[in-house]
């Protein structure tokens, strides 16, 4: 998906950039870039981060980067950020979202002003230079920004640097948060996670609302430029899985949701015969806390990450590889497995595919019984929004799988398979349970969920679960 931050300073961004991109990592493993706009111009630097660290390959840049401002970015599409021409004058721009429409973009660009794109992104147009095209054919950048947001099937957030200030802008239903923050010094930050705000110096003075966008600038401060949209449906995995813990959106902690997510699953379960609650490193962590919190069962820790040379942003892309790391990274520790009846946390249940390599040595090192209970529903939809699903075909999901399984067309009857209270899903379950070789199997209801986060349902995307698209091309 990928992450963005920007800056603008009265003195030197670069080492606020630098280090406000880097706590992206987490959200992207393709490429990282950083951009920054001083006396001499602008000068931009772009990595491939597929194997290796952001701080390890822009290290030797942060030297070479002079200026006041700049853009920086985690990317999962393509090279970024980019530097356009164009009659608003030269500028950056970074992008977090998916393009669902891009082929039609591009044909009607192409038909339309007999446009070119320089980017090149597999066998399509780069995105991020499809909305520079689309800003571009506006009288100014409030205009353009609005334009784009309307004519893009998906998401997308994002920030140009231009030689007014940085302009950093929310997708048109906030699926993404932007955020601000601010120093003593008037120095002013925009980012994707308020985790990189904090060891920076930055405290949090605004959260734009979904479509909204606003100009920073190191004297004038924040001008608004673009007013918010009503409807927001902002992604709710955000706070389940793919958010980092210490950041904050919409002033709601990520830890937070992630242990109260917890304390419903348990609170649901009651009382149960099981000796621990473990969290399936990292993200299952905290709701594992939770659970043990609210059950009053005790927490241990059945497997450790190998941290020194596993950190998340590693993860690949490919599956064969993504599954070997996901074999290599955690090690079991037997001590608190052998004759125990152990309950899991585990953030949510994708394809299954970890899962099932993870916990497939556990009756070998002596478990008498292996629980599993996910923080979220079961995924019966891959996400069109954010490039979100680690799936892309239905029948990887796990939750699919058990319908073909039992109806003979995964796409059957899904009204009752995304209703927790119906016997086929129940059935869905079970069969997952049995797939994956489980004692008891339990998902969080959706309704639970959406109390953990504490956002009504209408301002929340939940589509991964309910498949409920909210989407209306006239809703403001
Ligand atoms: S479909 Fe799922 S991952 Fe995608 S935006 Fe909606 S809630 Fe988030």
Redo the contacts with the bound molecule.
């Keep these: 998906m990928g992450g963005f931050f920007g800056v603008v300073s009265a003195g030197s961004c670069v080492q606020d950039l630098f280090f406000g991109t880097d706590y992206h990592s987490h959200l992207g493993n393709q490429r990282g870039g950083m951009m920054v706009w001083g006396e001499k111009g602008f000068k931009r630097f772009i990595h491939d981060i597929s194997n290796a660290q952001f701080r390890s390959k822009f290290q030797v840049d942060v030297d070479e980067l002079k200026g006041s401002r700049g853009i920086g970015c985690i990317s999962d599409t393509g090279d970024q950020p980019l530097i356009v021409s164009s009659h608003l004058g030269t500028f950056g721009i970074t992008t977090v979202g998916v393009i669902n429409n891009l082929g039609e973009l591009s044909r009607n660009a192409f038909r339309s002003t007999r446009a070119h794109f320089a980017e090149i992104l597999g066998e399509g147009v780069n995105p991020t230079e499809m909305v520079a095209s689309l800003i571009s054919l506006e009288a100014n950048f409030a205009d353009g920004i609005r334009s784009a947001q309307d004519k893009i099937q998906g998401s997308c957030s994002m920030l140009l640097l231009a030689k007014e200030g940085v302009y950093a802008a929310r997708d048109r239903y906030g699926?993404t948060p932007v955020i601000i923050g601010q120093k003593s010094d008037g120095s002013l930050a925009a980012t994707f996670e308020t985790c990189a705000l904090d060891n920076l110096g930055f405290k949090v003075v605004r959260r734009l609302g979904p479509g909204e966008a606003v100009l920073l600038h190191e004297r004038n401060g924040i001008q608004q430029i673009l007013p918010p949209r009503k409807t927001m449906r902002m992604?709710?995995?955000l706070w389940i899985y793919y958010g980092f813990p210490a950041s904050c959106y919409e002033g709601i902690n990520v830890e937070d949701v992630r242990y109260r997510c917890g304390m419903a699953l348990a609170e649901r379960d009651g009382k149960l015969d099981v000796d621990a609650v473990v969290g399936v490193p990292d993200s299952g962590t905290a709701h594992a806390l939770g659970y043990s919190h609210a059950s009053g069962l005790p927490y241990k820790r059945s497997f450790a990450k190998y941290t020194p040379t596993w950190p998340r942003s590693f993860i690949p892309s490919d599956q064969p590889t993504r599954e070997l790391v996901a074999q290599m990274k955690l090690i079991a520790i037997e001590r608190f497995i052998r004759d125990q009846k152990l309950l899991f946390c585990e953030d949510s249940i994708v394809r299954g595919t970890q899962l099932r390599d993870t916990f497939k040595r556990l009756p070998e090192l002596g478990a008498k019984e292996i629980h599993v209970r996910s923080a979220c529903p079961p995924i019966l939809?891959n996400?069109?929004?954010?490039n979100?699903?680690r799936s892309r075909a239905l029948l990887e999901l796990a939750a699919r799988r058990a319908i073909q399984h039992l109806e003979g067309d995964c796409e059957a009857n899904l009204d009752q398979y995304t209703d927790c209270t119906t016997e086929k899903y129940a059935a869905m379950v079970d069969h997952i349970r049995e797939d994956l070789g489980l004692t008891s199997l339990k998902y969080q209801r959706l309704d639970d969920m959406i109390a953990a986060i504490g956002i009504p349902k209408e301002c929340l995307?939940?589509?991964?679960w309910d498949g409920c698209e909210h989407e209306n091309p006239g809703d403001e």
Aim: with cysteine.
């Design positions: 699926r992604c709710a995995f939809f996400c069109k929004y954010l979100f699903s995307c939940t589509y991964c």
